[in-house]
């Protein structure tokens, strides 16, 4: 289990200092279909970008709050990751993606019925953002309007 | 900080009328940015979904994700996810 006090001394100290944000998403939103039915996006916050993409800047101050597209038809391994985060730990994830991107499990589970479909598109960011102003007023409300713009139903997020 | 990240995307997603679901890999902050559902998962940094070669567990957390993603009472809601 990863714990605050886990953490390496600068990343407690910035921690503790730290005004973590928060935004007024009520009254929440329902899914307007079952589940089996459902289209599911993945948005990892990993830095994974695929191979003729700009990698994420990873000197940018504040964090770099753009994304990437991830077509629903990639290999999920041959995705790279552009996280500067020393937070996270990379050793898993550059054996299997699929710890911070779940696309393969998410495919399994259309094909047993268990959800309806996946997005043509899944998005990543790279999340070690500590000033999240235009994250919150720019790139993730673009996001949220290509989601809707797709019609998907739900969205599954995942922290690298 | 990517869990604070996780929960402001999921946030302004939400807003938008696509109800989400977050993993966590650090509660308290979590319990700070307060995204409508969130599954706390209890592995280290870097493995949201468990262990490698596991992918019979990351298959059980997927699940467990989208269980939470049919809940629209009592929002916002930190579920734990237990082996």
Known sequence: MAQINDLTLAHRLFVKAYRFRSYDWAPGASLRTDI??????????????????????EQLQGGDCSFRELPSDV??????????????????????????????????????????????????FMGSITAPGKLIAETAPAVARLLVDDQVDGVFLVPA | MCNQSVGLIASVIEKA?????????????????????????????GYPLGRLGDPDLQTQIVIAGLNLLKESEALPLIKDFSL
Do not use: C, W, Y
């Open chain 2, 17 to 45: 009328g696509i109800p989400t679901v977050a993993l966590s890999l650090l509660r308290e902050i979590s319990e700070k940015v307060k995204p409508p559902r969130t599954l706390f998962v209890p592995f280290p940094m």
């Open chain 1, 75 to 124: 290999d999920v391994q041959k995705l790279k990751i552009a996280h500067r985060s020393s937070a996270f730990d990379q050793t898993g994830a550059l054996q299997d993606r699929n710890l911070v991107f779940p696309l393969d499990r998410f495919r399994e589970l259309v094909s047993r019925g268990l959800i309806g479909a996946l997005n043509h598109r899944h998005f990543s």
């Open chain 1, 36 to 57: 089996r039915q459902a289209k599911i996006a993945l948005i990892t916050t990993a830095a994974l970008h695929q191979l003729g993409q700009p990698a994420f800047d």
